[in-house]
């Protein structure tokens, strides 16, 4: 009994081993030191209150469908499918971390001068990133891509509370949310009541990408955060999310837009709320993994 034990236990190890091993196929680079981005994830969904269940497993399922569907063999040596403009950037993934070890993981990363980039997991996650990073660069210009306005207030800590978790760290002035077309009564009164710019899917419709992103872009301040969750998305481009809304914008919409912020300048991201076991042909999964690509690419 004792002989089998051990031997499962090694076995277990061996497997935990090479799901941790598995990175982002951007990587780039062996180590922090030498890196210009940190890619993590943090695979945790307690405070998701969505029917789907699911998101914690989005952090390893993206990196093994970026691996698949963005990587090819050319006589027995990898070659990746890059973004156009190719990527430059130094990228280290660190791994995934528990959401208590956020605080510490970015702490490191920041004081080292590199951007994080996050892949969660539900969208609460989101705050004690936010805490993280303001306690290094102060208020933070807050980019939010959701379907949702995430800003309950009779209830707290979840992720249908994120927008009124972070109000202290944010500068309400410089902050925006995109994509919005399912608030909340007490939502809509919670974004007007704190002023909060929000562009719809129909705004962006009428008045084209190109303008909607000078808009944005005019209204920002020194320091940038952009939290994406993936059902901004229309489900057509991206049915594997926890809470799926349609009239989203397309795929090439919100990847646009997004690019120009990054261009703009942004101090960390993250990406939430992919649901492996609800995807099509893991199209979600493969789409975030082209957008942290994209985003990547765009910083240099």
């Known amino acids: 009994m004792m002989k089998t034990k051990k031997i499962s236990q090694l076995k277990l190890k061996k497997e935990e081993c090479s799901i941790v091993i598995e990175s982002i196929c951007w990587t780039n680079c062996t180590s922090f030191e030498e890196a210009d981005v940190i890619v993590l994830g943090v695979p945790d969904e307690s405070k998701s209150h969505a029917l ?105 800590n979840y992720y249908g509370s994120v927008f009124t978790d972070i109000l202290q760290y944010i500068d309400l002035s410089s902050s925006v949310q995109i994509g919005i077309r399912t608030p909340e009564k007490e939502e809509i009164e919670n974004l007007n009541k704190h002023k909060i710019k929000v562009i719809t899917p129909f705004e962006i419709m009428e008045n084209g990408v190109k303008k909607v992103s000078e808009d944005i872009l005019s209204l920002l301040g020194e320091h940038t955060y952009i939290s994406f969750d993936m059902d901004c998305i229309d489900p057509a481009y991206a049915p594997g999310v926890s809470v799926p809304v349609p009239l989203g914008l397309r795929s090439v919409e919100a990847t646009y837009i997004l690019k120009k912020i990054v261009e703009h300048g942004m101090v960390a991201m993250d990406l939430m709320e992919v649901c492996p076991p609800y995807d099509i042909k893991d199209r979600t999964s493969h789409l975030a993994s082209r957008i942290v690509g994209e985003t990547i690419s765009t910083l240099g």
């Open 52 to 156: 789907r269940k699911g998101t914690n497993e989005a952090p390893q399922h993206i990196r093994r469908i970026s691996n698949i569907r963005d990587s090819y063999k050319r006589s027995k040596k990898k070659s990746l499918g890059l973004p156009y403009n190719n990527i430059s950037a130094r990228i280290y993934d660190f791994g995934d971390v528990d959401k208590k070890e956020i605080d510490s993981v970015y702490n490191k990363i920041l004081s080292s001068g590199k951007i994080p980039i996050l892949i969660g997991g539900d969208h609460s996650i989101t705050v004690k990133a936010v805490e993280s990073v303001s306690k290094k660069v102060g208020q933070i210009s807050m980019v939010y891509f959701d379907a949702h306005p995430d800003f309950v207030s009779t209830r707290r």
